[in-house]
Protein backbone atom coordinates (compact mmCIF):
# COMPACT_ATOMS: atom_id res chain seq x y z
CA UNK A 1 0.00 0.00 0.00
CA UNK A 2 0.98 3.18 -0.76
CA UNK A 3 -0.16 6.97 0.41
CA UNK A 4 1.39 9.06 -3.04
CA UNK A 5 0.67 9.46 -6.71
CA UNK A 6 3.11 10.12 -8.83
CA UNK A 7 3.57 13.92 -10.01
CA UNK A 8 4.22 11.82 -13.79
CA UNK A 9 0.91 10.36 -13.63
CA UNK A 10 -1.78 12.52 -11.75
CA UNK A 11 -4.30 10.24 -10.30
CA UNK A 12 -8.61 10.59 -11.45
CA UNK A 13 -10.62 10.30 -8.64
CA UNK A 14 -13.92 7.94 -10.78
CA UNK A 15 -18.27 8.68 -10.22
CA UNK A 16 -19.76 8.36 -7.09
CA UNK A 17 -19.80 6.12 -5.28
CA UNK A 18 -16.09 5.41 -5.78
CA UNK A 19 -15.29 9.58 -5.38
CA UNK A 20 -15.17 9.89 -1.69
CA UNK A 21 -18.61 11.67 -1.38
CA UNK A 22 -20.00 9.15 0.52
CA UNK A 23 -17.09 8.60 2.82
CA UNK A 24 -14.34 5.78 2.60
CA UNK A 25 -11.49 3.76 4.62
CA UNK A 26 -9.31 3.27 1.41
CA UNK A 27 -8.56 4.00 -1.91
CA UNK A 28 -8.12 1.19 -4.94
CA UNK A 29 -5.61 2.86 -7.85
CA UNK A 30 -6.05 1.32 -11.08
CA UNK A 31 -3.49 0.81 -14.13
CA UNK A 32 -4.60 3.84 -15.66
CA UNK A 33 -4.22 5.96 -11.98
CA UNK A 34 -8.09 5.96 -11.18
CA UNK A 35 -8.99 6.21 -7.54
CA UNK A 36 -11.58 4.45 -6.46
CA UNK A 37 -12.32 5.51 -3.00
CA UNK A 38 -13.71 2.06 -1.22
CA UNK A 39 -15.37 0.36 2.36
CA UNK A 40 -13.15 -2.14 3.75
CA UNK A 41 -15.83 -4.01 4.94
CA UNK A 42 -17.77 -4.21 1.95
CA UNK A 43 -14.65 -5.44 -0.18
CA UNK A 44 -14.39 -8.12 2.62
CA UNK A 45 -18.38 -8.84 2.50
CA UNK A 46 -17.47 -9.27 -1.23
CA UNK A 47 -14.20 -10.76 -2.01
CA UNK A 48 -11.80 -13.18 0.68
CA UNK A 49 -9.16 -11.91 -0.81
CA UNK A 50 -9.68 -8.31 0.45
CA UNK A 51 -10.76 -9.81 3.60
CA UNK A 52 -7.80 -11.75 4.00
CA UNK A 53 -5.57 -8.87 3.32
CA UNK A 54 -7.55 -6.62 5.53
CA UNK A 55 -6.89 -8.83 8.15
CA UNK A 56 -3.07 -8.91 7.87
CA UNK A 57 -1.14 -6.59 10.58
CA UNK A 58 -0.98 -2.68 8.17
CA UNK A 59 1.93 -0.48 8.29
CA UNK A 60 1.32 2.82 10.41
CA UNK A 61 -0.75 5.55 8.24
CA UNK A 62 -0.19 9.20 8.65
CA UNK A 63 -4.06 9.22 9.58
CA UNK A 64 -4.24 12.56 6.79
CA UNK A 65 -4.76 10.44 3.92
CA UNK A 66 -6.34 7.22 2.95
CA UNK A 67 -4.12 4.21 2.42
CA UNK A 68 -4.07 3.51 -1.04
CA UNK A 69 -3.80 0.17 -2.69
CA UNK A 70 -2.34 0.17 -6.57
CA UNK A 71 -3.90 -3.04 -8.60
CA UNK A 72 -3.39 -3.52 -12.09
CA UNK A 73 -6.41 -3.73 -13.84
CA UNK A 74 -7.78 -0.86 -15.94
CA UNK A 75 -10.55 1.37 -14.38
CA UNK A 76 -12.90 -0.01 -17.30
CA UNK A 77 -13.06 -3.35 -15.83
CA UNK A 78 -12.63 -2.18 -11.84
CA UNK A 79 -15.60 0.08 -11.77
CA UNK A 80 -18.64 -2.28 -12.84
CA UNK A 81 -16.93 -4.86 -11.01
CA UNK A 82 -17.02 -3.03 -7.97
CA UNK A 83 -20.54 -2.11 -8.96
CA UNK A 84 -21.79 -5.46 -8.28
CA UNK A 85 -20.40 -5.17 -4.95
CA UNK A 86 -22.32 -2.08 -4.04
CA UNK A 87 -25.63 -1.76 -3.28
CA UNK A 88 -26.22 0.62 -6.89
CA UNK A 89 -27.46 -0.41 -10.17
CA UNK A 90 -25.18 -3.12 -11.80
CA UNK A 91 -23.89 -1.83 -14.76
CA UNK A 92 -24.21 -2.65 -18.60
CA UNK A 93 -21.50 -4.00 -19.88
CA UNK A 94 -21.52 -3.56 -23.98
CA UNK A 95 -17.55 -4.62 -24.52
CA UNK A 96 -16.38 -7.75 -24.59
CA UNK A 97 -12.90 -6.87 -23.90
CA UNK A 98 -14.23 -5.11 -20.47
CA UNK A 99 -16.46 -8.26 -19.57
CA UNK A 100 -13.30 -11.04 -20.27
CA UNK A 101 -11.44 -8.48 -17.77
CA UNK A 102 -14.01 -8.04 -15.24
CA UNK A 103 -14.22 -12.01 -15.05
CA UNK A 104 -10.26 -12.36 -14.50
CA UNK A 105 -10.33 -9.55 -11.81
CA UNK A 106 -13.91 -11.15 -10.11
CA UNK A 107 -11.93 -14.59 -10.39
CA UNK A 108 -8.26 -13.16 -8.94
CA UNK A 109 -10.39 -11.22 -6.11
CA UNK A 110 -12.73 -14.52 -5.61
CA UNK A 111 -15.40 -12.72 -5.86
CA UNK A 112 -18.02 -15.38 -6.15
CA UNK A 113 -20.97 -13.44 -6.63
CA UNK A 114 -19.71 -10.97 -9.49
CA UNK A 115 -18.42 -14.42 -11.06
CA UNK A 116 -21.37 -16.11 -11.35
CA UNK A 117 -23.05 -13.01 -12.64
CA UNK A 118 -20.70 -12.43 -15.30
CA UNK A 119 -20.58 -16.13 -16.61
Request: net charge negative; proline share 10%; with cysteine.
Amino acid sequence: MSNKSSPQNPTVIVQHPFDGSEGSDIILRTSDNMEFHVYRVILSVASPFFKSMFSLPQPPSDDVSLPIIDVPEHSKALDPLLRYCYPVMDPVISDLTVLVDMLEAAMKYEMIVATTILN
